[in-house]
């Protein structure tokens, strides 16, 4: 599906996997609304930020991982990380980027964060976004940015991630152990 502003073709809407922490849905609620509603940006697969919650109630985590793939990933192309206080200390977090760097029968996603308004200029990121992130965006398969200014802007980002799973795959880090709890927030010191 094409994306226009002001009439004018931008390019593509991406279909994009919302990976976020439900403590920060209010945030998450503006930004789909403001850039995916409105603005027509890119196309979102959500995971519980609105009333539409769909949670996979298991501890089994291949269970929840093939179901995340199946049911929200399979589609989309890229994952964006909307990055509050808590979200480095979630282990949904993690069992979605774990998914979405995947390589094998599938393209892996790409992958960007972005910090959401209320964290200003900087945030605790999750650890395997932060494996795969890079100071200067070098050599490095995500990204993470500070809150859009444009939905142009946006765009930008969202293809440059979406170019990343055929260009710089051989740069993804996903061999870590994927947590089991929700750890220890570095915020607000508790696990949540």
């Known amino acids: 599906m094409a994306y226009y502003q002001n009439?004018?073709?931008?390019?593509?809407?991406?279909?994009?996997?919302?990976?976020h922490f439900k403590g920060d849905s209010a945030e998450v609620e503006e930004f789909i609304q403001k850039f995916a509603n409105?603005?027509?940006?890119?196309?979102p697969k959500v995971l519980g930020a609105n009333e539409n919650y769909d949670y996979i109630d298991?501890?089994?985590?291949?269970?929840?991982?093939?179901?995340?793939?199946?049911?929200?990933?399979?589609?989309?192309?890229?994952?964006?990380v909307l990055v509050g206080s808590c979200t480095h200390s979630r282990?949904?977090?993690?069992?979605?980027?774990?998914s979405s760097l995947?390589?094998?029968n599938y393209t892996p996603n790409g992958v960007m964060g972005i910090i959401l308004p209320s964290k200003g200029n900087s945030a605790y990121l999750p650890p395997r976004?932060?494996?795969n992130w890079e100071k200067g965006h070098g050599n490095c398969y995500a990204r993470y940015w500070i809150y859009p200014t444009s939905a142009k802007e946006l765009h930008n980002w969202i293809e440059d991630a979406f170019l990343a799973r055929t260009t710089r795959t051989?740069?993804?880090?996903?061999?870590?152990?994927?947590?089991?709890?929700?750890?220890?927030?570095?915020?607000?010191?508790?696990?949540?």
């Open 7 to 19: 009439g004018q073709l931008i390019g593509i809407r991406r279909k994009v996997f919302i990976s």
């Open 38 to 43: 409105e603005e027509q940006v890119f196309i």
């Open 170 to 192: 051989h740069l993804i880090k996903n061999s870590q152990e994927i947590l089991k709890y929700n750890r220890k927030c570095n915020i607000c010191n508790i696990t949540h």
């Open 102 to 104: 995947r390589q094998g």
């Open 58 to 80: 298991s501890v089994n985590t291949d269970y929840v991982m093939t179901q995340i793939r199946e049911k929200y990933l399979l589609d989309s192309t890229v994952t964006i």
């Open 129 to 131: 976004l932060e494996s």
């Open 91 to 98: 282990r949904y977090i993690d069992w979605e980027l774990k």
